[in-house]
């Protein structure tokens, strides 16, 4: 079955350590997605990726990297620099960017992020 | 920054009774509208999108869009304990290149 894996369910990070998100999806879609949730709070753009190399900042992006090097993949790096990670993050896709308002989102199922 | 405004709630509902979500928006020129549920510590799962004015129904459920009041809601008909969860309105503006999602409104059916 088609859909979007995300890896590792939780994350545990140390303070001064990056650590990678995974996101694999096999939908053949274009376009990916890294939000970040906070409790009570809704979901908000951390980066996105319309096309294999190419990928633009959100509205959080500060803290964040991301590659895309494979269409099926979308790895976020959470690095020292974001000093509040602790978050729930989740990764999207869709279909061709610009049929994205046709079509929604698929989600993989998240990663819980902790700092210890 | 676009805009998505829901209520927080919690909106508490009797089970069988329907429960009215609402969610509005500041880009007013936004195409598409979604409406995703949310279970606690679960990823959003798509459950209505809407795109044009009127009301479109999907078994229990029924989005209304309103784009000259830039409003979007949801109703849920008879609703059920399994319907406790947060609801997310996202809106996809013309110029956008992403989902704008709201903070969500949290629902309890009460047996």
């Known amino acids: 079955d088609g859909g979007i894996t995300q890896s590792p369910k939780y994350l545990f990070r140390k303070e001064g350590q990056n650590v990678t998100l995974s996101c694999e999806q096999n939908l053949n879609h274009d376009a990916m997605y890294w939000y970040r949730q906070d409790p009570g709070q809704g979901l908000r753009l951390i980066y996105y990726s319309q096309i294999v190399n190419d990928f633009q900042k959100g509205d959080i992006a500060e803290g964040y990297s991301v590659s895309r090097e494979k269409k099926e993949s979308f790895p976020l790096t959470v690095t020292s620099a974001q000093k509040n990670p602790t978050a729930f993050y989740l990764c999207?896709?869709?279909?061709?960017?610009?049929?994205?308002?046709?079509?929604?989102?698929?989600f993989g199922s998240g990663t819980r992020l902790t700092v210890v | 920054q676009k805009e998505v405004e829901q209520n927080s709630g919690p909106l508490s509902v009797p089970e069988g009774a329907i429960a009215s979500l609402n969610c509005t928006y500041s880009?007013?020129?936004?195409?598409?509208f979604f409406w995703y549920r949310q279970y606690s510590g679960k990823s959003p799962e798509l459950i209505m999108s809407?795109?044009?004015?009127g009301d479109k129904e999907d078994g229990r459920f029924t989005a209304q869009l309103n784009k000259a009041s830039q409003y979007v809601s949801l109703l849920i008909r008879d609703s059920q304990p399994s319907d406790s969860a947060t609801y997310l309105c996202a809106v996809f503006g013309p110029s956008g290149y992403a989902l704008n999602f709201g903070k969500g409104t949290s629902l309890l059916v009460t047996p």
């Open positions: 880009d007013r020129g936004s195409q598409s």
């Open positions: 809407i795109y044009s004015n």
């Open positions: 999207a896709s869709s279909r061709q960017p610009g049929q994205a308002w046709s079509y929604g989102y698929t």
